[in-house]
């Protein structure tokens, strides 16, 4: 008896059959493979960001800052405030001008709230707050190799916008965080200590990354921290995100208190953000329009010293840094704790806001314990 020949190929009827479902599990496959594409782009576009900034012809963005003023609390009263500060940056490798503002509407006219740096080719000039306006040329050689106070001031008074342009990363100059897949290590130094900063971005998932985690390694104390990020719709930029915000992460809590472990302790938004293909002229760099504009007295930093400029051009010493007792080469301790206390986002200062946090809760549980006998 003959065998049945077995069919080799579907009918015609059985592919029309089953098409259908063939094309759902396709399309399935192909939507699942574009979003770990777009995913893996913008990821790729988020560490290249962060290690080769583009150059920036116009960031603004918005600080918030404890209402009142003063520094960032531990209690977890900081997300709910809604004082915020304001500034204005261009920026490039070889150019810098970064502004305080007033509001975000005073980029279209010179006013500053206090604060100004700006690097225009040779020409480096500093506003400080009281509107003591300096320059210096990076050119003359009594200035190179130098560190005074106006040096240290123009470092810290960019620290707002090194937060941004590295994403939230803390205390590392700008673009120089190097990758190693999705983890980064990079060195640095904070009041004079050894610093090691260390992190990993969590890709999205079908999208830019939502979370980056960091550690800050000092000789005696390790602190941990995670950034998360927020994009808004319909941009004509993948970066930088629109919201930063960073949280302290408090390890010393058990999991009786997972929700206090949190503390939001900065947040920036970026309220407009333009990049160029090209350099920029290192004219938008210059300060000395806004000088003219608002009036300012100018100062010139030159041989270990401060000069004043007289009307027919002649400079004349206003004091020197080796005999002005408060203008010291390098500030100290107490100063820069008096500044890491009131200004930049989550700093150095947080160790010692901890050690006074842990000293009231010792207090506490002192009273507690005379209360309860």
Known sequence: ?????????????????????????????TDRATSADSANLALEEFKNFISHPPVISNLVFQQKVPMGGG?????????????????????????LLFRKLTAPSDVTNLAVAGELVSWSGHEHALLERGERFTTWDDRDPTVAGK?????????????????????GIMFVGIGSVRWDGNRFHVESKVDGQRLLVSGEVMPGVD??????????????RTNYYALRYGYGPARSYSMPPTVITNFWIRKDLGKEKAAEAELDLDEWRILDFQSANNPLAQEVFAAAEFARQNGWQGHIYTNNAIYDRTTNGVLQLAYSFTTAPNLSNKPTRTLRTVFYGAWGGMNIAIIALMARAKEAKKQQTKNERKSAL
């Open 1 to 29: 008896m003959a065998k049945s020949k077995r069919k080799l190929k579907p009918s015609l009827r059985e592919i029309l059959r089953f098409a259908p479902v063939l094309a759902v599990t396709v399309g399935a496959f």
């Open 71 to 95: 520094a960032r609390p531990l209690d977890g009263s900081f997300a709910h405030s809604t004082s915020f500060e304001y500034f204005q940056a261009r920026w490039q490798t070889n150019g």
């Open 147 to 167: 560190t005074v106070s106006i040096f240290y001031t123009s470092e810290w008074l960019q620290d707002p916008l090194r937060q941004v342009l590295n994403l």
């Open 207 to 220: 999208g830019p990354p939502r979370e980056m985690t960091v550690c800050y390694a000092l000789p005696h």
